[in-house]
């Protein structure tokens, strides 16, 4: 039977003196994530929940796994390695996935090592549909925000954070003209470790960085034209913000740390109800470096979302003001939809669900 979190019960919760940490109260049950046996020991940054029973990830060593039955069963649906093309050699940081037949994966690393697949068929076959022709570029995430619309974000090239946009469900894409970029400061980049650097919510687009102290968060209402604000996330080498998400056009968290300090739990995320023009740190952090979030769908949920890292995973039930961790297993990648159902996925093949009520 699939662990159920009892929001309920969670709510069931004493505020303690100043230092106003979020606990739960003694005799709750423990709730943890169930894991999901894939066969495989690849690490999966890379995930895309389409429904409580369809999903897909993707990760080191050209794995590509698809299941249509919540989990119980994986499939492996990954490009296939061809002449003078050694695909188990790449990299999928990110999946992008809207129905058991169309999905869109992201390749990461240096010159031509990242690359965009696309496919219409469930893996069937893939079509390579984005080479990076540049030394300097990057690439860590990539989003959708329709069917058709997608962008996919690059560290910086020529002082900017790089973008390449598609309008055909990523079957063609083009790099969109950096002149409404704003300039990033020396270090900053992205972060391909959940696939959450980038994302897109009505209608608006963010993007989530680090290398600099205080990370900062990117926003735009179309994808052309950028503001940034800094994210009240302590930043630097290999620190920063990791991901961002919005409910909506006002609300959002941003999550990250430090990931060679997998229990740091200072100044690691963040909250907005301004769109992002402003960001206020947490006031219970969560309990270590997280290098994904997801909010919560459904009626009841909405200030509800979680975050995961490798030292666990946390909750939040108001925006992102107060985290409580409530496990302590290793994932890299969450993302939830209606039901409402959790996937998360992370490091040694692990994939795990959890049903919310």
Same mark, same amino acid.
């Given at each position: 039977m699939m662990a159920r979190l009892s929001w309920t019960a969670l709510l069931v919760a004493t505020l303690a003196n100043a230092g106003a940490e979020l606990s739960i109260a003694?005799?709750?049950?423990?709730?943890?994530?169930?894991?999901?046996?894939?066969?495989?020991?690849?690490?999966?940054?890379?995930?895309?929940?389409?429904?409580?029973?369809?999903?897909?990830?993707?990760?080191?060593?050209?794995?590509?796994?698809r299941t249509t039955d919540g989990g119980l069963t994986w499939a492996s649906v990954g490009p296939a390695p061809s002449d003078g093309d050694n695909t188990t050699a790449l990299d999928f940081r990110d999946i992008e996935a809207r129905s058991a037949e169309k999905a869109v994966i992201l390749s990461i690393g240096e010159g031509n090592s990242s690359r965009v697949y696309v496919t219409g068929d469930g893996g069937a076959s893939?079509?390579?549909?984005? *080479?990076?022709?540049?030394?300097? #570029? &990057?690439? $860590?995430?990539?989003?959708?925000? %329709?069917?058709?619309?997608?962008?996919?974000?690059?560290?910086p090239v020529d002082g900017k954070i790089r973008l390449i946009e598609t309008l055909d469900g990523g079957e063609s894409w083009d790099i969109v003209d950096p002149a409404g970029m704003v300039p990033a400061e020396g270090g900053e980049a992205g972060f391909a470790a959940s696939g959450t650097c980038l994302a897109t919510t009505a209608g608006r687009w963010y993007?989530?960085?680090?290398?600099?102290?205080?990370?900062?968060?990117?926003?735009?209402?179309?994808?052309?034209?950028?503001?940034?604000?800094d994210a009240a996330i302590a930043g630097g080498e290999g620190?920063?913000?990791?991901?961002?998400?919005?409910r909506d056009a006002k609300n959002g968290i941003a999550v990250g740390g430090n990931y060679s300090d997998p229990t740091?739990?200072?100044?690691?995320?963040?909250?907005?109800?301004?769109?992002?023009? *402003?960001?206020?740190?947490?006031? #219970? &952090?969560? $309990?270590?470096?997280?290098?994904? %979030?997801?909010?919560?769908?459904?009626?009841?949920?909405?200030?509800?979302?979680?975050?995961?890292g490798p030292s666990g995973s946390d909750l939040t039930l108001d925006g992102g003001k107060f985290w409580h961790r409530f496990d302590n297993g290793s994932f890299d990648s969450v993302e939830c939809v209606k039901g409402p159902v959790c996937w998360a996925s992370g490091e040694s093949g692990r994939v795990a669900r959890l049903v919310l009520t």
């Open positions: 003694r005799g709750l049950p423990q709730q943890s994530w169930k894991l999901l046996p894939t066969g495989t020991t690849a690490r999966f940054r890379g995930l895309a929940a389409v429904s409580d029973k369809i999903a897909r990830v993707s990760g080191s060593d050209g794995t590509v796994l893939w079509t390579q549909s984005f *080479t990076n022709q540049e030394d300097a #570029a &990057f690439y $860590d995430c990539i989003a959708f925000e %329709s069917p058709e619309r997608g962008m996919a974000m690059s560290d993007i989530a960085a680090g290398g600099v102290n205080p990370s900062r968060v990117f926003r735009s209402g179309d994808g052309y034209t950028w503001d940034v604000s620190a920063g913000a990791f991901s961002v998400q919005f740091g739990n200072i100044d690691n995320a963040a909250w907005t109800n301004d769109g992002g023009v *402003t960001w206020l740190p947490a006031t #219970a &952090f969560p $309990d270590g470096y997280r290098s994904g %979030s997801a909010w919560v769908p459904g009626r009841g949920f909405c200030d509800t979302a979680l975050a995961v």
